[in-house]
């Protein structure tokens, strides 16, 4: 098997056979019935986002971060075609906190702004040299934060689309960015095992957190109330910083390398996902900032795999993650009780709770949108309409709204309560609009890829 993250996978439509990519740009075909693999297709340079099968199964297209599209021919294992540019699919959406506004960015650097109503594109930039992983809104959202693998942090102007600042100082890719709740604040983490604190308003760096060891700091998170920073660090620490005062304030020590942390919306509890499936709840006592302890509240491990996303709902009731093994758990806040766990077919890369809770929203298998009852982890909806992996799933803070976009470069929006489609919008692709009406010397496999990246065939 792989050594290295699987990032996607396929299912031929023979459903005979399974090709499955991973974090290196390894792409190996894995035969249904033995269970054996058949053959490793190799090329990519970096991790490979989306495969799909033709739909006679004799070709498998693959799109990586090398931004190419390959075109393979399964029975000898060889590429056939290499479309250039093509990486060009939101990779992180965000909605504003006042449901008003989307943003989603691209590996590409580029950044769109829409009304979250209609999808009616209100900026779109190019705002960084490389791709753009990290993207955060103020909590008033008049600004946004993006993070990118050019080392620098940009702050934009929701109203006018413009830069307000550029921040720089980071030696390696930044990681996340995140607003504290006043929006004063804004915090950086990078691959350069630091996090930077800037004081937004006056464009200036507050402080450099690192650690003598250089072991890797790796998730950040503000508490939705005070001036807390809480951050992950390889040697299975938790710490939080005071950002008005400079300094730790508070720390634990979890049972394996912590992975990602997040704080509930009523401010009371921490919750840490770990790289050996368990999920630690803390509660939190914040007499006056100046020291916090962290109460044990409970811990779940379900899994033996790492956890790779968490997320609470809106009322602090209840916590989701998912793992490796491709399951969903949702467990109780009050008692740590895990209440149901949803079987997997696909890796969630997406997890989104509604508004009001009552909803868990997935990504899954044949490129659709699941919708299950939060509370006993049944499925109740599926929203189709996408054609390609999913890349994000986000739900509006103020309504029943729902955001995807998949590989592809498309973007929707959904009505959970309702499952319908409200609004759809695409990037605009390198093939987007070209007309392959009656163009020759394509083969299935390049013609697929073109309709795959916006051409249109209309016989």
């Known amino acids: 098997g792989s050594k290295s993250w699987i990032d996607s996978l396929a299912l031929s439509p023979g459903e005979d056979q399974i090709a499955s990519a991973d974090a290196d740009g390894a792409i190996m075909l894995w035969d249904v019935q033995t ?11 970096g991790s490979v986002r989306s495969l799909a099968y033709t739909p006679d199964g004799r070709y498998l297209l693959s799109g990586g971060y090398d931004e190419t ?6 029975q000898s294992g060889l590429e056939e075609a290499r479309l250039q540019g093509h990486a060009h699919w939101i990779y992180r959406l965000a909605f504003s906190p006042n449901g008003q ?8 650097g580029a950044i769109y702004l829409w009304d979250a109503h209609h999808l009616n594109l209100l900026h779109v930039r190019q705002g960084h040299q490389s791709a753009i992983r990290a993207l955060a809104f103020s909590p008033d959202s008049r600004l946004f934060a993006t993070g990118s693998d050019d080392n620098t942090i940009v702050i934009w102007d929701v109203q006018s689309g413009e830069v307000r600042h550029t921040l720089r100082g980071h030696e390696r890719y930044v990681r996340l960015v995140a607003f504290d709740h006043s929006g004063r604040y804004l915090a950086s983490s990078s691959y350069d095992n630091t996090i930077r604190l800037w004081d937004v308003a006056a464009e ?10 250089g072991n890797t700091m790796e998730w950040i998170a503000f508490h939705p109330q005070q001036p807390l920073l809480a951050y992950t660090h390889a040697s299975n620490h938790i710490y939080l910083w005071n950002v008005e005062r400079g300094r730790v304030v508070g720390e634990t020590t979890t049972t394996s390398q912590p992975k990602m942390l997040a704080f509930s919306p009523d401010g009371r509890y921490l919750a840490c996902g770990a790289y050996d499936g368990s999920v630690t709840l803390w509660e939190l006592v914040v007499p006056d900032g ?7 509240h409970g811990q779940m491990q379900p899994s033996a795999q790492s956890a790779w996303v968490l997320v609470f709902s809106p009322k602090s009731s209840l916590l989701a993650w998912n793992g490796e093994q491709r ?3 949702i467990a109780a806040v009050q008692d ?8 997997g077919t696909h890796l969630a890369n997406c997890i989104a709770v509604s508004p009001d809770g009552k909803h868990l929203v997935t990504d899954g298998p044949e490129f659709n949108v699941y919708i299950y009852d939060a509370l006993i982890g049944e499925a109740s909806k599926t929203l189709k309409g996408h054609t390609a992996n999913l890349t994000s799933i986000v739900a509006s803070p103020a309504s029943s709204t729902i955001a995807s976009s998949d590989a592809a470069g498309v973007v929707k929006l959904w009505n959970v309560s309702l499952g319908a489609t409200l609004a759809t919008a695409r990037l605009n692709g390198p093939y987007l609009g070209m007309n392959i009406t009656g163009a020759t010397g394509l ?12 051409a249109v065939d209309e016989p």
Request: charged share 15%.
């Open 35 to 45: 269970r054996q693999p058949q053959r490793l297709l190799q090329g990519h340079q």
């Open 69 to 74: 599209v390959r075109i393979w021919d399964i």
């Open 101 to 108: 506004y989307l943003a989603g960015v691209t590996l590409t």
């Open 204 to 213: 200036r760096l507050l402080n450099i957190v690192s650690h003598s060891s």
């Open 290 to 296: 100046s020291c916090v302890s962290l109460a044990e």
């Open 327 to 329: 399951e969903i758990y």
């Open 336 to 343: 740590g009780e895990v209440l149901c766990r949803v079987p």
């Open 443 to 454: 083969t299935q496999g390049q013609r697929q890829s073109l309709l795959a990246l916006g």
